[in-house]
């Protein structure tokens, strides 16, 4: 099976072109949300938790940013087939870029208070949706979600380890050449911990403006891994 795990502030449907896309050609898929956990303050380890409650060992686990790495832990802990991480964000070790910071710590006062919250446009835009219109992108902030601050606090200070001597799968890791939150030469850092593939394709990190070209370069990964 395929499952697919969302970002921070994304929500499930995202995936709904992949799922189709894959599961016409055959392929089972499944769509996780993070906010099942329904907890205020929830911590990376409990979205963790969930996702590895959700995934058997021969399937294959797909993430973008916060997705990708659990993508990472999930790989670690678990004897998943493949792990496929689309603009993910780093593990400990492997820093966001310093302007990225610099733009969010202007919601250090929301992570005290430890209420949810989501980035406002003005950063969205910036950061997430630069390679896309300006309605679209508007469209798009609307539909985020308030995610845990406690999440987006050891996330952004680079507290999730990942020992890469413990993935024996293997790690398939994309970028986009335009992402301002995950940009390539920081991807290519986490695809060589883990001595992964490494794609990169036009477009920012709001990837799914180009699912269908990142779908081929997916079912080409698992194609020549030879397990389906």
Do not use: T
């Not at 406002?120 to 835009?125: E, M, P, Q």
């Not at 992964?196 to 079912?219: M, N, P, R, S, V």
């Amino acid at each position: 099976m395929l499952v697919f795990v969302h970002g921070m502030w994304s929500y499930p449907e995202i995936w709904e072109p992949f799922v189709k896309y894959f599961e016409d050609r055959g392929f089972k898929c499944k769509s996780m949300d993070l906010q099942e956990i329904n907890k205020i303050n929830a911590s990376f380890y409990d979205y963790l938790e969930l996702v590895k409650g959700n995934v058997r060992k021969g399937d294959i686990v797909i993430g973008h940013s916060l997705g990708g790495l659990l993508v990472q832990k999930i790989a670690e802990e678990k004897g998943i087939k493949a792990g496929i991480a689309i603009s993910s964000a780093p593990p400990k070790g492997i820093k966001f870029g310093k302007k990225a910071m610099l733009a969010s710590l202007k919601y250090f006062p929301k992570i005290i208070s430890k209420k949810p919250f989501k980035p406002d446009f003005s950063f969205a835009r910036k950061y997430i949706f630069n390679c896309i219109d300006e309605e679209k992108a508007r469209k798009a902030h609307e539909k985020m979600r308030n995610d845990s601050s406690k999440v987006a606090y050891e996330v952004a200070m680079n507290k999730i380890a990942v020992d890469e001597k413990k993935i024996k799968c293997p790690m398939l890791f994309i970028a986009m050449k335009d992402d301002r939150l995950s940009p390539p030469d920081m991807v290519k850092k986490i695809a060589d911990k883990y001595g992964g593939k490494l794609l990169i394709y036009e477009g920012c990190h709001w990837f799914i403006e180009k699912w269908d070209e990142i779908a081929d370069g997916i079912e080409d990964f698992i194609l020549d891994l030879k397990i389906y």
